[in-house]
């Protein structure tokens, strides 16, 4: 069969796609690809657009414990694959990655504080971005102080950047911008009320990624933050409700949120005597919300201590409003800053990722998208995760934001 393309990836037997892209038949010269990628059927508003192994939709979370297989594939209908295919085939980027936060407020600011701070964390630009100029403008200034004493290893370079120039030279932008933060002493579930609001904030980057072609990782921290994932994809393929897909694709949209569930969760199991173990078995499912499942050991739970790990990570956040404090401390540091750098490392982490069309929390891998990794789950846990995933994929058609 020949092959197309002479970068890092190439297509196997579509002449028609590689027409699209310019690309030839592969020259011996150029050697052996790296990925080499064939074309399949599908549909794209339910399913990767590039996948490793694919798993069909309609499988529900069965993905998070069955694989497929290891060939790499793409939707060779979906009209918006030729720029991620046309990124797969660039040269490696090496372990230096440019990194946009639009949003400085309390979860934006202290993530890229951090990371500013990080040396060796695979970040060696961090792009800073905020609606209000004058908070900008501080952050580049006191983000520019920021210094080792005679230290070897760089700290990442910080700068200001629109969200334009953003798209054109990010490998991963999050978007931390809040538009309206519940105050203390709202009752209820917090994070969804933001949802409107959120929604109407998150259009300018959705507008500056289709203009420029974005391909990098698109993720998501603002709240409610797997709606929002929804959002991004949904939004960017349907800018005016009909699909279009040349927007974002799903594998490379994701949430960054269930880290700090897991750490409230873990400091339950740590007060139960149980940390070490939990922390080498245990896992949490599910969004950022009251909703979440946390268990000590999928294969094998113990039910009271994951009634209290599931607990203590639903509620955390009104521990802290009862004493009269916004929480943002451990979501900036567990969601971002000690799962970014994994992230992009290729190492696992916890995520929201595309889990049979919608955006879905559990263990996480990057190779091209964003994507579950497998675990051995009991009968009761994965009925448990799967009316969780039932539930999200109904929330998401009442929002209007499936095409189920």
Request: charged residues 20%.
């Amino acid at each position: 069969m020949r092959l197309f393309g002479d970068g890092r990836a190439a297509l196997a037997g579509d002449p028609v796609m590689a027409e699209r892209l310019g690309w030839g038949v592969r020259k011996r010269s150029s050697g052996g690809a790296e990925i080499v990628l064939a074309p399949v059927d599908g549909d794209p508003r339910a399913e990767p657009w590039i996948a490793r192994g694919r798993v069909a939709p309609g499988g529900g979370v069965a993905v998070l414990w069955e694989g497929g297989g290891k060939d790499w594939t793409y939707l060779r209908d979906a009209p918006g694959v030729p720029r991620y295919l046309r990124r797969m085939a660039e040269p490696a980027r090496g372990r230096s990655f440019t990194v946009g936060i639009s949003g400085l407020g309390r979860v934006g600011g202290l993530a890229a504080s951090a990371l500013a701070a990080c040396a060796g964390s695979g970040i060696g630009t961090l792009l800073i971005h905020d609606c209000d100029g004058g908070n900008l403008e501080r952050m580049v200034q006191e983000l520019g102080s920021v210094a080792r004493w005679r230290a070897g290893s760089r700290l990442p370079q910080v700068e200001a950047a629109g969200l334009g120039e953003m798209m054109r030279r990010c490998d991963a932008f999050l978007f931390a911008a809040a538009s309206a933060v519940p105050p203390l002493g709202t009752e209820g579930e917090v994070r969804l009320t933001q949802f409107g609001p959120n929604r109407e904030c998150l259009k300018g980057a959705l507008e500056a990624a289709n203009a420029e072609g974005f391909a990098g990782l698109f993720l998501m921290v603002s709240d409610p933050v797997e709606v929002l994932a929804q959002t991004a994809f949904h939004d960017s393929n349907a800018p005016e409700g009909a699909w279009l897909g040349t927007g974002l694709a799903p594998e490379r949209v994701g949430g960054l949120a269930l880290g700090v569930m897991w750490g409230r969760a873990m400091a339950a199991a740590e007060a139960a005597g149980q940390g070490e173990r939990v922390a080498r078995r245990g896992v949490p499912y599910g969004p950022h919300s009251t909703e979440v499942l946390v268990y000590d050991d999928p294969a094998g739970p113990d039910p009271a201590l994951c009634e209290a790990m599931t607990r203590a990570a639903r509620t955390g956040n009104y521990r802290v409003r009862d004493l009269g404090f916004l929480p943002y401390i451990g979501p900036a540091l567990s969601s971002i800053v000690l799962t970014l750098p994994r992230l992009l490392a290729g190492r696992e982490v916890l995520a929201s990722s595309f889990v049979d069309g919608v955006y879905f929390g559990s263990p996480c891998r990057l190779r091209w998208g964003l994507g579950p990794t497998r675990r051995r789950l009991a009968p009761e846990v994965k009925r448990q995760v799967e009316e969780l995933h039932l539930l999200l994929q109904d929330r998401m058609a009442r929002l209007g934001l499936s095409w189920r």
